[in-house]
């Protein structure tokens, strides 16, 4: 059974930093694209980042550019977000996605969210 589980999340204050992992069962990720998404209530969900399966592209929502960093281990089956300079406007439930080889619009696997909170 082919699973995305992601972890990390919780509640910050403002500036400060969180690692989020999303982490594969039932397949390995080196053939696939992992993008992470967020959810915030009442609102529709976005896309923050996304790395392809060789790591050699990246992109980022330009809410976060130079404040998140995506990576990926490979040998661990695991995707990073590395998250710093926190802002309350960073709440939401993040979500990691795969689909094969190339970041794009669609993902066939999702994981099930992991809530980040940034409050004082």
């Known amino acids: 059974q082919l699973q995305l589980v992601e972890s990390g999340g919780g509640l910050v204050q403002p500036g400060g930093s969180l690692r989020l992992s999303c982490a594969a069962s039932g397949f390995t990720l080196d053939y696939y694209a992992i993008g992470w998404f967020r959810q915030a209530p009442g609102k529709e969900r976005e896309g923050v980042s996304c790395i392809s399966s060789s790591g050699g592209s990246t992109n980022y929502a330009d809410s976060v550019k130079g404040r998140f960093t995506i990576s990926r281990d490979n040998a661990k089956n695991t995707v990073y977000l590395q998250m710093n300079s926190l802002k309350p406007e960073d709440t939401a439930v993040y979500y990691c996605?795969?689909?094969?080889?190339?970041?794009?619009?669609?993902?066939?696997?999702w994981g099930q969210g992991t809530q980040v909170t940034v409050s004082s």
């Open positions: 996605a795969a689909r094969r080889w190339l970041c794009a619009l669609e993902y066939d696997y």
